[in-house]
């Protein structure tokens, strides 16, 4: 059990508050040396990236074509183990830490050799906890948050917790141990998301697919990935039951910002399941403008075209009434049904799995792939008789539903262990518990 120190002073630090008798508080510039090595010519190691949760990592890519060549690395700066690396415009993020790995940054950041000999564990630990993020964050300047930055000298005579050199270790251990237990935790319920999310598809899948009813007699779907689909079910392109419109080519030199317009449509407005309009641009109407033919209706089905999904999913969404009056722009897609197919029916499949994989052999576009109308209408569908459809379609709402509160729950205990984390880590590096004693016993025990 963790307890306090014996007697504690005045840091001089008002959001710092008291630390423990025997603790200093120095300055940035007195514990570190920016460091001058840049990318001449042979360029070091990986490419690194910070993480506000783990620190620094080697940076991966989705898309191969986003990787620098050689040449353009010039002037990037060099990280060695061991060295504290600074991104000043995300330190509200956590911006910064002690890295394990040998590599190169982008000349935004900031790398740093320790002047003095220290457990470079802690200082990773201290500087990347919530109560110097507070601190880091009052001195940030900028309009956007994402790029509110803290100057050279600001950073160099920022407050810096100094334990005796025994101390350091002493809590580095603990919380390397105590984090490691966390995340642990955190993966298993990371796990837990990921079988939800496997579970909820396999059930929309099969639903939209094989139907209720178990024992229903079967016939050859022709379509491979489909196999046997129920007698008295339809097989067909979606061009049978569905007209599809793309929408039009209004220049972005033209939008306006006035929310009195009419909002425009875009791909970046077309989310897995739903519509955001937290970005949002406009577009002044004028009388017989022709623009009719392009209004969004509720009701409708919308998929962007570009990038049409991402790591959670198909980028489709049907239009709601709070999502109307808009226009659609170019590279969305409207999807208008007639009263035979159920418009949550046909979503859900075109949601699933082999609405991607119909696209991958066909799929055009290099660094943004798309698809075109043409390809969407061409996608073959299963359509049962419309009342079964509204049954598959409610018994799929009470299933997706414990599923989801399943799903919320494990996001939550996420959370809640994710802020234990951040408090363990804050106490321990400024003295507001003692864990002198834990770290060697338990040490021992290991």
Known sequence: MTKAYPAYKDSGVEWLADLPYGWAVGKFRHQFRES?????SEVVGPM???????????KGYDDENRRRLDEDLVGYRIVRPGQLVVN????????????????????AYRSYDF???????????????????????????????????MSREDLMDFPVVLPPLPEQTAIAAFLDRETAKID???????????????????????????????????????????????????????????????????????FSDDEHDTPLLRGANVGVGELRWDETVYWRRAPDDGLDVFEVQS??????????????GVRVAIVTENDVPCLLLQRVASLRTDDSLNKEFLRLQLSGEAFIHHFL???????????SPSQIGSFVIVVP??????????????????????????????????????????????????????????????
């Open 36 to 40: 001058p090595e840049k990318i001449d």
């Open 48 to 58: 690194l990236s910070v993480s506000g949760y783990r620190g620094i990592e080697v």
């Open 88 to 107: 000043t415009m995300w330190l509200n993020y956590a911006g910064l830490g002690v890295s394990e790995f040998e590599g190169h940054v982008s000349p």
């Open 115 to 149: 002047r003095q000999d220290v457990d470079r564990r802690y200082f990773h630990h201290l500087l990347r906890s919530s109560i110097y993020v507070q601190g880091y964050t009052q001195l940030l300047t900028g309009i956007r948050p994402n790029s509110l930055q």
């Open 184 to 254: 642990a935790l955190v993966a298993e319920q990371r796990r837990l998301i990921d079988l939800l999310r496997e579970k909820r598809q396999a059930v929309i899948s099969h639903a939209v697919t094989k139907g209720l009813n178990p024992n229903a007699p079967l016939k050859p779907s022709g379509i491979d990935w489909l196999g046997d689909v129920p007698e008295g079910w339809e097989v067909c392109e979606a061009k049978r039951f569905v007209s599809i419109l793309s929408g039009f080519a209004f220049p972005s030199t033209s």
């Open 299 to 312: 009701g409708d089905l919308v998929i962007g075209m570009d990038r049409p999904w991402i790591s959670a």
């Open 361 to 371: 052999p066909d799929m055009t576009g290099v660094s943004v792939p798309h698809i």
């Open 385 to 446: 008789p419309r009342a079964e459809q509204d049954q598959i379609i409610a018994h799929l709402a009470d299933k997706t539903s414990q599923l989801d509160t399943l799903n919320a729950t494990a996001e939550t205990a996420i959370a809640l262990l994710q802020e234990r984390r951040a408090a363990l880590i804050s106490a321990a590096v400024t003295g507001k518990i003692d864990v002198r004693h834990i770290a060697p016993k338990e040490t021992e025990a290991a």
